[in-house]
Every structure is written in structure tokens, then in C-alpha cells.
């Protein structure tokens, strides 16, 4: 395989000289209610820049293929995986990223939960999860056990927390009156 | 990922107008096109960013169609029959009343297929055009025939997850879940070409065997847009059902699928039977012998049985993949059972 390698390396570098190859795109991002204007490369994903240009690192990249979850963030009113986007296409919809989900310094409710209900262990798929979970709340105030499962299942997480996860989202989908948004 | 310019499309007829290579064609580990060669229509972008960042792919424009209103939406026309736009996706379909009510199957389907996160972005269009999950075809390190290259590494590998059917020269399955169902539906897809033209084409017509073309899944060509799919009127007296086994509960591609759909009449004898399988094959594949034997017969649980096991004739599993044979067999024969409304008498143990 270190001939196709080899071929792989020198097209790289080949490429490197094309007059289009970092061609850089001006978006506006609008993020967690803020306006960002900046200037990205079309391949860039919407993952990449929240962590890199935007100084956000609460999005966790952890397979980068869609796969587990960790990256996931709300566009408009969906969760959807932040590193299967590409930036130059989330025009002017509204992104929420886990910094945003309550507007200051305090915790979100499901926040608090995974605190009581100790469904954190390394605390890496954490943010992914936490911003699953807000979105059903948001959407279905009380959950059943099916609801939760079916929210959380992109999620890897690779301590074991989902017991905890569900009891925590079972329990707070439980608090009368409560206003999760 | 290696770098590209973005255009995104701001109309149908701009995408008809542009020149764009199917991706379909495109999965190669030779040199990278050269320029105007190589403008990739996007849509969800799912499958794509992924094949691009393995290197598999490497447009070098992407022509992004994601916000074209006019290929979103399910629509019913005066005919009876449901249009569902090609960027519709996968979380609409599964939530579809329309869908839920009349084709039961594409719903369960749609809804049982990857995450919630892949489900609100992942479109009907680029579930049928994905490309196949075969772990030598995506591993840019394996040289193989789909590629271009001069060996199979399936068949002297690890193929658990390959096909048992029709697996000569490239042994993949097809990876869309949609497609099973949709066949059973008698699907047809409307597919546009430059000049603003379009045909409609049956679903069953639109797939490619590896002894007819190694290196692509499907018929669509270079400069041709697949703008939606149009499912037959379903009368209320048809059922469907759509039954998947995988590995894991959650986000994974499955192992086997069938989707049925049935006509009976008030004496419990079959009219109408359509039963195809998923993940067996190279192409989403229609169990005919199954229908034949269902059609016109009254139906119980020793007449499904020797249907469902009718669907896999000709298979010739791998050393490793035998396994498949009873895992389709048994959703065939539960699917059939559910879609007559019939009890499962062998219950949840086979």
C-alpha cells in the first residue's frame, strides 16, 4: 500500500498549486444569537469553524463522519451533526451551539440533571448529548422512555452513561409545568 | 478534505443547464479529474463529505442544490399518486401522516435508518445514490474493482456484511434502506437532464449489477439530476411492512431487510403480492419467486413459510456471510405475516 500512498502524497502536493485551491468564501454565521462575519474555505466544516474561528470549543469533534454524535448542534429547530455540514451552507440560519442553550452563565435544566442524575463520566459526548436531550424537551415537555432512547440514539458514548442519561431525562420529563426551553 | 470551490444552485433549471459528473461514476483512487470534469452535485451532503474525506472523491467544485425549494416536499397529484421532491428527507418522510397512513413501510424505513442528526439532513436523493459500505470500497488503502483496481478483497476477506445473491465479480449490497421499500411500492423516479427534459423511469430499471458495470451502482449519467420519486396510488385495502435486523440497535446499516406489500380479499387469499430485500444483494432485490407463490393463494402461516424461503433461490453465500439466508428468510416471512395481518405462530423465536 506505500505505492498509493506515495501517488496519494504527490497529487496532494500537485494540487497544491492549483489557482483554486484555497479559494476562501465571506459568510455570515449566526450563532447562539450573534451575527460572525468571516471568511472561510469551502470545505470547512460547520464543526471546524464553531471550534476554530468561533472559539467554541463546547462542539466536540470526535469521528468526524456523522457517526456518533458529539459534534451535534441545533440548526434552526433540528439537531444535526456539526461536522457533516459545510459552513458556506448554513446561510442565514440560526445555529445554537451547547454555549448558547441558555443566553448566560447559568445551567439548562438537562444541565443539571445529567449533574443530578451523574450521567457524565469523561464528560467528551457530553455536550452532544445534553443538546439531544434539550431539543426533545423543547419539542415533547414530558418523554417516554421511547422518545428519550430514540433522541439520544446517534449518540456514542463510550463510558456507559446512558442509564444515567435516561433516568435524568426521565425524571425531569416528569416536573410539572416544566419549561425546558 | 482536499479543497473545492462551492456553488450553490439557485434554481433547477440552472442545475439542468450545468455540466456535473454523476458522482455515481466518479469513486476512484485514479488522478484527480482535471478541471470542469469534476462539478459534483451535492445535496444533503452526507455521503459525499464523507467519500471526500476519506480522498475517495475530489470534486472540484460542489454544486450544492440543498436549498432548491421546487425538489422538496411530498405532494399528492390528481391522479392518486405521491410525489415525494428528491431533497425531501428523511426525518419528513418518517413523520409524514400521508406516508404513515398509505405506505407504511417507506416510513418505517425512513425512520429506522442512522441518527436523528443524519435523518434531518440526509434526502431521499442521496439515499438512493449513495454509494455501497463496503469497508475495502471506502478504505482508500484498498485498491479494489469497484475502484478501478484488479482484485476483489471481499471475497478473500472478511465479507460477513456482503451479498448473498447475485455477488459475482464485486460482492457489495446496496446500501439504501429506502430502495427496499420502494420497490415494493413499484417506485418510479423522475430524473431531469439538460434542457430542462425529464423522464420517469421505474426504480426496478434504475439499478446496476456488477456483471453489467463494475464500477457504478445505478444508471444515472453525468449531467442528469434525480428530482423525485413518484409512488403509485396505494389502495386502502393494501398493506405494507418493512422489517430490518442489524447488529446494533442504533445507527447502523442492517444485515437484512424486507419490505412487503399486500393485496387480500375478505377470504384471507393473497391478490396482490410485491416483496423486495435489502442488504442481500448488489441492487435492492425483488423476491419474485415469493410473489408468485403468495399471489392467488390463501395465506397461512405453511404458505408464507415456503414463500419466504422461495425469495433467496440461486443465493450463493460466502464463507462468511451464510448466515443471511434464515435471517431474509425470517424477515420475509414475518413481514408477509404482518402485512396480512396474520398471526406470528412461531413467535418472536425465529
Not at chain 1, 54 to 66: F, H, M, Q, Y
Request: with cysteine; hydrophobic share 40%.
Amino acid at each position: 500500500m506505500a505505492g498509493l500512498d506515495e501517488d496519494r502524497k504527490n497529487r496532494e502536493r500537485a494540487d497544491g498549486d492549483s489557482p483554486h485551491s484555497h479559494e476562501m468564501v465571506s459568510i455570515v454565521l449566526h450563532v447562539n444569537g450573534q451575527a460572525h462575519p468571516l471568511p472561510v474555505e469551502p470545505r470547512m466544516t460547520l464543526a471546524e469553524v464553531l471550534r476554530g474561528p468561533l472559539g467554541l470549543k463546547g462542539t466536540k469533534v470526535a469521528c468526524d463522519r456523522g457517526a456518533c454524535s458529539a459534534c451535534t448542534v441545533w440548526l434552526e429547530n433540528e439537531v444535526v451533526a456539526s461536522c457533516s455540514i459545510l459552513a458556506v451552507e448554513v446561510g442565514d440560519r440560526p445555529v445554537t451551539t451547547i454555549e448558547g442553550l441558555t443566553g448566560d452563565r447559568s445551567l439548562h435544566p438537562v444541565q443539571e440533571a445529567f449533574i443530578a442524575h451523574d450521567a457524565v463520566q469523561c464528560g467528551f459526548c457530553t455536550p452532544g448529548l445534553v443538546m439531544s436531550c434539550a431539543r426533545l424537551l423543547a419539542d415533547n415537555p414530558h418523554p417516554d422512555e421511547t422518545d428519550i432512547r430514540t433522541a439520544i440514539s446517534g449518540h456514542l458514548c463510550r463510558c456507559g452513561t446512558y442509564p444515567h442519561v435516561l433516568r435524568a431525562i426521565l425524571a425531569l420529563g416528569k416536573t410539572e409545568g416544566s419549561q425546558h426551553e | 478534505m482536499e479543497p473545492f470551490a462551492w456553488r450553490p444552485a439557485r434554481t433547477v433549471a440552472e442545475v439542468a443547464e450545468a455540466t456535473h459528473t454523476a458522482a455515481a461514476a466518479m469513486l476512484t483512487l485514479q488522478p484527480r479529474p482535471s478541471e470542469g470534469e469534476a462539478v459534483v452535485v451535492k445535496a444533503g451532503g452526507v455521503d459525499l463529505l464523507d467519500l471526500m474525506k476519506e480522498g475517495l472523491l475530489l470534486p472540484r467544485t460542489l454544486l450544492d442544490i440543498s436549498l432548491l425549494e421546487e425538489l422538496k416536499g411530498i405532494s399528492a397529484l390528481e391522479d392518486g399518486t405521491l410525489r415525494i421532491g428528491a431533497l425531501t428527507t428523511l426525518g419528513e418522510i418518517a413523520a409524514s401522516p400521508l406516508i404513515r397512513r398509505r405506505y407504511a413501510a417507506l416510513a418505517e424505513a425512513a425512520g429506522s435508518a442512522a441518527s436523528p442528526q443524519i435523518r434531518n439532513r440526509a434526502t431521499l436523493g442521496g439515499n438512493l445514490l449513495q454509494r455501497p459500505r463496503c469497508w475495502y470500497l471506502r478504505s482508500s488503502a484498498h485498491h479494489c474493482l469497484r475502484k478501478g483496481g484488479g482484485h476483489c478483497f471481499a471475497f478473500s476477506g472478511d465479507h460477513r456484511y456482503h451479498a448473498v445473491l447475485a455477488n459475482h465479480g464485486c460482492a457489495i449490497v446496496h446500501p439504501s434502506s429506502l430502495a427496499t421499500p420502494l420497490l415494493a411500492f413499484r417506485a418510479e423516479l423522475e430524473i431531469l437532464s439538460s434542457g430542462g427534459r425529464s423522464h420517469r423511469l421505474p426504480l426496478e430499471d434504475f439499478f446496476v449489477l456488477p456483471e453489467a458495470d463494475l464500477h457504478r451502482e445505478n444508471i444515472l449519467k453525468s449531467g442528469e439530476l434525480l428530482a423525485a420519486v413518484h409512488l403509485p396510488p396505494q389502495a386502502s385495502s393494501r398493506h405494507s411492512s418493512y422489517l430490518e435486523v442489524s447488529e446494533r440497535a442504533a445507527f447502523d446499516w442492517p444485515l437484512a431487510a424486507a419490505a412487503v406489500n399486500l393485496q387480500m380479499d375478505t377470504e384471507g387469499r393473497c391478490q396482490y403480492a410485491r416483496v423486495a430485500l435489502g442488504a442481500v444483494a448488489p441492487i435492492p432485490w425483488r423476491a419474485v419467486q415469493t410473489e408468485v407463490l403468495l399471489e392467488g393463494e390463501i395465506l397461512d402461516a405453511g404458505r408464507v413459510a415456503s414463500a419466504a424461503k422461495a425469495g433467496l433461490q440461486g443465493a450463493t453465500p460466502l464463507p462468511h456471510n451464510t448466515y443471511k439466508l434464515p435471517l431474509a428468510v425470517a424477515l420475509i416471512r414475518r413481514a408477509v405475516l404482518a402485512a396480512a395481518q396474520l398471526a406470528d405462530e412461531e413467535g418472536g423465536a425465529h
